[in-house]
Structure formats: structure tokens, C-alpha cells
């Protein structure tokens, strides 16, 4: 996949690769990354990539790439190219030409009419309803459809008028003939074909019937000769399906196989698609290509390599079951690489003024300094180096810690590529009384950064030449969530780090003005740094931070790390979490208001968070009202802080139209399960637009919950039985466990609304 020597993985799918060669069942590895281009890419994907190219290169074999866009409705063109720049950019190279699922329409429809002459398909007219309450349950078997009987050219002639435009959305489907009765309810007659009149990215309005994902996906693999197809764990159940489409359709060489591997999931963001966009949509985040978001476009963005990537794939393996994978792994591997690859430029974000009393005014002397610390040969740049300088506020301390090592009055330091210098004078600010600058002598014989009596300052400081420095934004971003799992407990939106972006004005030195988009630098001691490929301008770079030179979340008793870590790493103590900017003033200012403070605890809300909502008195007496009117606080606050507050600002006021009383009426409606989240959302944005008795409204909207209430208890008891281990160490502390047995649940529950599965499952654990 690159120019660096090809790795030699050896993992559960290269021991199947290896024994399918050995056995001769395959003389060559063909596998496919197929993503469905209803959205940008993420890290998850990037291990899907890495992993399929990487194990066709492996074995000299190939890699296609396919969309998957076998659903007219969510797809998008811009998607298709997004994804197919990602991948390259990842290094992935396909074999052939881009493929799409839906080159194969025509072939899959003949082979459906196979299906149907084999006796093998058949048209069914019941409504998607009928359908799901007749696929019975884990207890019960189904019932058969009242038209599974229907005779080959009966049905036949259904699936012609199907496809020839004939019939309206949702009149019938095809689907298989399998068995009601099989304990795989995906096996039980899976839909195969649905109507859909509507218009497709690529075949326009051709068809108005769509292959379902089940009968589509292993019929594309075996067109294409595929010989693994890998795909991720939720997809295990739905493998028996995958086996019988291809032996009712085949025979088929190479006969692919589908293997699945757990798919990634790191701490402190969220994968899935729909909440990325969700991002995206509410305009939490700046796009898609945010530098805050885990996806690829993101991440480059932010100033991660493909490498970086790679090497995490690499590092966290395949593995057969789901977990959570430490986050500090892929800020490992993004600091290795930029270590390698990084020049170093110095940059000042918070400034503090240097005057150095004897140095002549006028003069501006020129340093040479190397761009990698110690080696000219890879290339130098000039310094200006003056009478008025700038370094970095943190690097003073007028009344140092006995551990001080860095500037203070009557301390020498050693200035970055320039001279020692030592602070006798600080200057402050008549008004304010701050400090705004300190007064400094210059060793004159201490040039390149020696002396020639040998002494060493404790300290190298970096630092920018006033007159010289440009001004350029700088951004410092940070984890979009503030905890591991924003996902765990219903609404992601509520852990958003608050701090997650603080822009600072900073000085450069004049060289990095040359910087093209994309170009990286650590600036010395503050992290690595890239320019932004969208905001900058010619000459005038925008910089984000890439990462910190060290891991400032650590906690004191972190889990272990990889072993090869940098010495400047293993060295660093573990700093405390150091949140941006504002976040210490809002704590301090919930420690001054005991009401709201006490109001946090009660609703278990991160304290920044709260304090940035309650510093607004009108926005803190709604909610106060809202919890006198009986809504649970933790849920009122929610409601009030994620959703009403932005639609309130669509609109572009911040008075609800109701008081926080009437709120509580609503956010009642969806704690006790009238209504499910996604109604109630509507059903909010309706009331802030044209008021009312939200009780009344969910009738007039018509979005009171549809019971299969009894389907899920039954599909949640089952999932704990199964997994009585991980239900206990759950209910002992182990919270992580909590992602386990939802994935399990939903699956069990295919298709039943989440939140409900969540919800039954939280009660049936006793939470
Ligand atoms: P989402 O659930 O976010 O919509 P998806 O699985 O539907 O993701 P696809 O575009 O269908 O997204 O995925 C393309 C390929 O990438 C699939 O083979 C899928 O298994 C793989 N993939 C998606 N997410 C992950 C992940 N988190 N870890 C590993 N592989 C993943
Ligand atoms: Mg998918």
C-alpha cells in the first residue's frame, strides 16, 4: 500500500488466507472494500481499508473498490468522490476501475428471476407490518404469508409488473422461500427486492426496484470473484444468508467467503455515520472535514499522516471481539510519525514581551538555525533575531516553585537557536497591574546556544523576534467529546467538550509565512502543528494543532502503552487534563453560584458544560421550572440545552414560545415512552414554531409510539441469558460492558427502534 516494506501481518484471517492457498481452494486473494456512499469516511474505515488492501498486497493478490449503492435515497456523488480521494489518499490502491453495486442491477434481477423459476422467490403482498409481526420472534415461529404458495408463473408475472413501473411503493416485495420456522430469523423468507420508484445517483430512474443489502452484497462479491470478503462482527448472523443466496445462484468461482473481524471503536468520539452527520447537520462542527471529527477527511485535515493510520491498523490488529480501543494508541502512532517527518519552527501562542537592554536597537542579526535540531545537512533557515522579543507567557513565573527551571528574575535561560539571556526587570501594566514585559541582558558570547565557560541554563525557551513575527490564527483543538464514551447513556451531544476549540493569536517566526497547505512543523515545545489546507491564504497560513507533544489526558494510573515509546514520552510526568481556555473560569464561577452548583450535581452534568448554560439566568430559571413541573432534571436539561436551545437560535431568539411548566409536560412525553426521541424532536421543532398543547400535538402529528414493546423484552431477556458473565461484571462496575450487550440486543431486536432497545435493556439491568 506504500513505499515503506510491506508489513507481514499475521492475524485469524491471514491463518484462513494461508490454509485456503495451502489447500489450493484459491491460487489468488482477491477482497473489496465496499463502503455505501451515504457519508464520509472515518478511522473505521481507514482499519477496513488498511485491512482489505492490505491483505490483498500481502498475498499479491487484489483489492477492489466498490460502492455499495444499492439504496437510491441516501446516496450522494459528492460521497462517492470524498471516498474514493480518502482511500487513495490512505494509499489503497484498487485494481481496475471504481466498481459500483449498482452496475450489477441487471444481473441480479435476472438471477432473481431465477430464484422465482426455481421455485426458490416469491411476490408477497403483505404490507411491511404484516411482514415483521409474522417473522414470530426468538419463541415463536413465524407464519407463513398467505402468498408463499403462489405458483412460479403467478409469480413471475408479479415481479415483471414490479419491475416495469406497474406498481406503487410498498404493494409487494420479493422474498426468498426459506424456512418460517428457522431459529435465524434473518433466514426466515428475507425480503429480496422492495419497490422504490425513486431516482438513483447512477442508474437515474431505470429501476424502481432495489436489491435488499442480504441478497445484494454476496451476489456482488461473486460477480466480482472475491475470495474473502471481511466484513465487521454485526454481520455474523447474516452470513447463513449470505451462504444460501450464493449456493441457489451459483455455482460460483472462486465461491467467496464472508469472515467478520471486530469493527473499531475509540474512546472519546462516535463512528457511526448518522451521528457524523448529525454533527455535521446541526453545525456542532465546522463540515465533514472538521478537524474535530474522526473522519478522514478530519483527520488529514488536522494534520494526521496516512502512515500514522496505517501504523495504527497495524498496531491494534483484527480481532474477533468487539472493544473499545484505547484512543493513546492512535495519538502514539501520530506522534511517531510526525516526530520523523516534523521540521521545527518556533511559534509563540500566549506572548510575553523581552526587552534586551543591551542589545543595539537597530540591529536585526540573521541566525542560521537548522530545521531538525543538530543537523544542517536537511536544510536551515534564517532567524531574525532583535532587541524586542516575545516568548511565551507560561515560561515566567516572578515567584518561581522551587522546581523552577525556566525564566524568573536573576535566572539565565537559553534562547532556541540564539544566545542565553537573564531576566533583571519586569514591567507591568499601570492599570491592570499584569505583567507586560521583562527586561533582559543578552550574553553576547553565548551565540548558537553554548558558552564559552561551559555553564548550562536549565532551560531552552522558544521565542520570535517582535518586529519580524508574523501574526497568524492558531487552533488549538482538542477531543470533541469530554468522555470515553459519548454514546453509552442515550445522547451523544450532551459530552461534548466544550473546549474542544480555542483559537489564539500567535506569533511565528517570518519563515513559516513560505508554509504550503498541509505542511507540518512541531513547533518546539507546544506540539505538532499543520497548516490548514482550506483557511489559509498565500503567505499567510492558518495553523491547526495536530496534537500535543505529550499526552496531557493521561490519567496517573493509565493503562499500559506500547512499549517503543519515545523517550521524551516515558520521561513526561503525567500532566493533570489540561481543558482549554475557559474552562477553569467556568469552574470557578460555579463555585461562587452554590445554587447551581448544587443544581450540576443533582443532574450529574460535567461542570463546565453547566456552568457555560447556567451563567444565563433566564436559560437557568426555565430548566429550575421545568424540574418543578416534574421532569426528570438530567432530562429537562438535556432537552433544553441540546435541542431547544438550537432551534431556539434557528429562529434566531432565545425565548421559547412556552414556559419551563409546559416543557416539562413534553420532556415527560419522552421519558415514559409515549413517544420515541426522533418524534419528539419533531414534535419540538413544531411547538417552537407554532405553539400549543404538546400533548394534543402528538396525536394531531400523529407520532404516539408504535408498540413491539413485547418482541424487544423478549430479544433483551434472551441476549442477558446468553451473556450472564458479561451482565454480571457489568452490574459489578464494568460500564464498558454496557456497548457489548446493546450490540447484542439491537441485533437480537433487528430492526425495532433503538432507543427502545436501549431503554428496555437499561431497565432489565436493573439501571
Ligand atoms: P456506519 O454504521 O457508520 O454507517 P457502515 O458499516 O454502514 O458504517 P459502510 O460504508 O457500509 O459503513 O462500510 C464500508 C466498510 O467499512 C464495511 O466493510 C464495514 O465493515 C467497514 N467498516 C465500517 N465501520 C467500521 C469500523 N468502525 N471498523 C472497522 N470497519 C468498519
Ligand atoms: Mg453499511
Same mark, same amino acid.
Given at each position: ?89 490512505? =494509499? ?49 415461529? #413465524?407464519?407463513?404469508? /398467505? +402468498? ?86 454485526? +454481520? ?61 477527511? #478530519? ?238 491564504? /498565500? ?106 436551545? =438550537? ?30 426521541? #426522533? ?22 402529528? =400523529? ?65
Amino acid at each position: 500500500m506504500s513505499d515503506r516494506p510491506a508489513v507481514r501481518r499475521s492475524n485469524f484471517l491471514t491463518d484462513i488466507i494461508d490454509a485456503d492457498l495451502a489447500a489450493g481452494r484459491h491460487s489468488r486473494v482477491v477482497t473489496r472494500f465496499p463502503p455505501e456512499p451515504n457519508g464520509y469516511l472515518h478511522i473505521g474505515h481507514a482499519k477496513s481499508i488498511a485491512l482489505n488492501f492490505g491483505l490483498a498486497q500481502q498475498y499479491g493478490g487484489v483489492c477492489h473498490l466498490r460502492m455499495d449503492d444499492t439504496n437510491p435515497v441516501t446516496e450522494d456523488t459528492d460521497y462517492v468522490e470524498s471516498i474514493q480521494f480518502d482511500v487513495k489518499w490512505l =494509499g489503497g490502491q484498487w485494481d481496475g476501475e471504481v466498481r459500483y453495486a449498482s452496475n450489477y442491477f441487471g444481473k441480479m434481477y435476472e438471477l432473481a428471476e431465477a430464484l422465482v423459476l426455481a421455485g426458490k422467490a416469491y411476490v408477497d403482498h403483505q404490507t411491511v407490518e404484516e411482514i415483521r409481526k409474522n417473522r414470530g420472534d426468538f419463541n415463536t415461529a #413465524g407464519v407463513n404469508s /398467505p +402468498f408463499r404458495d403462489r405458483s412460479v408463473q403467478e409469480n413471475l408475472d408479479w415481479l415483471r409488473r414490479m419491475k416495469a413501473g406497474e406498481l406503487a411503493d410498498g404493494t409487494c416485495v420479493l422474498r426468498a422461500k426459506i424456512d418460517m420456522a428457522s431459529p435465524n430469523l434473518l433466514m426466515r423468507d428475507p425480503l429480496v427486492y422492495r419497490i422504490r420508484h425513486a431516482h438513483h445517483h447512477r442508474t437515474g430512474d431505470t429501476w424502481c426496484i432495489y436489491p435488499m443489502y442480504d441478497y445484494a452484497h454476496p451476489l456482488e462479491d461473486a460477480l466480482e470473484g472475491i475470495t474473502h470478503s471481511i466484513c465487521t462482527l454485526e +454481520f455474523e448472523t447474516n452470513r447463513e444468508l449470505y451462504d444460501w443466496f450464493l449456493d441457489q445462484t451459483g455455482p460460483w468461482t472462486p465461491r467467496p467467503r464472508q469472515y467478520e473481524f471486530a469493527r473499531l471503536a475509540l474512546g472519546y468520539t462516535v463512528m457511526s455515520k448518522r451521528k457524523l452527520l448529525q454533527l455535521v447537520v446541526e453545525k456542532r462542527v465546522s463540515g465533514w472535514d472538521d478537524p474535530r471529527m474522526p473522519t478522514v477527511a #478530519g483527520m488529514r485535515r488536522r494534520g494526521v499522516t496516512p502512515e500514522a493510520l496505517r501504523d495504527f491498523a497495524d498496531l491494534i490488529g483484527v480481532a474477533k471481539n468487539n472493544s473499545m480501543v484505547d484512543i493513546g494508541k492512535l495519538e502514539y502512532c501520530i506522534r511517531q510519525d510526525l516526530e520523523r517527518t516534523s521540521r521545527r519552527a518556533l511559534a509563540v501562542l500566549k506572548p510575553l514581551a523581552v526587552t534586551l537592554t543591551n542589545w543595539p536597537d537597530s540591529t536585526i542579526e540573521q541566525l542560521t538555525v537548522p530545521w531538525w535540531p543538530g543537523d544542517a545537512s536537511k536544510g536551515t533557515r534564517q532567524v531574525p533575531f532583535a532587541k524586542h522579543l516575545i516568548i511565551e507567557h507560561g515560561d515566567f513565573a516572578e515567584e518561581p516553585a522551587a522546581d523552577w527551571k525556566r525564566l524568573a528574575p536573576g535566572r539565565e535561560v537559553r534562547l532556541y537557536g540564539a544566545y542565553f539571556v537573564k531576566c533583571f526587570g519586569v514591567d507591568r501594566d499601570p492599570l491592570t497591574k499584569e505583567i507586560n514585559g521583562l527586561r533582559c541582558s543578552v550574553d553576547l558570547h553565548t551565540k548558537g546556544g553554548t558558552a564559552p565557560d561551559g555553564r548550562q541554563p536549565a532551560a531552552t525557551l522558544h521565542w520570535v523576534a517582535a518586529k519580524t513575527a508574523l501574526t497568524a490564527d492558531v487552533r488549538l483543538y482538542d477531543r470533541l467529546f469530554a468522555v470515553e464514551q459519548p454514546d453509552a447513556d442515550g445522547d451523544f451531544l450532551q459530552h461534548l467538550n466544550p473546549d474542544s476549540l480555542t483559537v489564539l493569536q500567535a506569533r511565528l517566526e517570518p519563515a513559516l509565512a513560505s508554509a504550503a497547505p498541509g505542511d507540518s512543523f512541531q513547533f518546539v515545545r507546544q506540539g505538532f502543528f499543520v497548516a490548514d489546507a482550506k483557511d489559509s491564504q /498565500p503567505g499567510a497560513p492558518v495553523w491547526n494543532r495536530t496534537i500535543t507533544l505529550r499526552d496531557t489526558w493521561a490519567k496517573p494510573a493509565a493503562p499500559a502503552k506500547p512499549a517503543a515509546r519515545p523517550a521524551a514520552e516515558v520521561r513526561a510526568k503525567p500532566a493533570a487534563p489540561q481543558l482549554g481556555e475557559g474552562h477553569q473560569a467556568r469552574l470557578d464561577w460555579l463555585e461562587k453560584h452554590p445554587e447551581a452548583k448544587e443544581l450540576c450535581t443533582q443532574l450529574g452534568a460535567e461542570p463546565s458544560a453547566f456552568a457555560a448554560f447556567a451563567q444565563n439566568p433566564a436559560d437557568l430559571e426555565f430548566l429550575r421550572q421545568a424540574i418543578a413541573g416534574g421532569a426528570r432534571p438530567a432530562d429537562a436539561f438535556r432537552w433544553q440545552r441540546n435541542e431547544l436551545a =438550537g432551534l431556539l437560535a434557528a429562529r434566531k431568539t432565545t425565548t421559547p414560545p412556552f414556559g419551563g411548566k409546559e416543557f416539562a409536560a413534553f420532556v415527560r412525553l419522552v421519558t415514559d415512552a409515549t413517544i420515541t426521541t #426522533g418524534a419528539a424532536k419533531q414534535l419540538l421543532e413544531h411547538w417552537c414554531e407554532h405553539g400549543g398543547d404538546p400533548l394534543a400535538l402528538v396525536d394531531h402529528l =400523529g407520532l404516539r409510539r408504535v408498540d413491539d414493546t413485547a418482541a424487544i423484552q423478549v430479544a433483551v431477556r434472551q441476549v442477558m441469558d446468553q451473556h450472564s458473565a458479561e451482565v454480571l461484571r457489568f452490574r459489578a462496575g464494568e460500564a464498558k460492558l454496557l456497548g457489548v450487550l446493546l450490540g447484542a440486543a439491537m441485533r437480537a431486536a433487528k430492526g425495532a427502534d433503538p432507543q427502545t432497545v436501549r431503554a428496555t435493556l437499561l431497565q432489565q439491568l436493573g439501571e
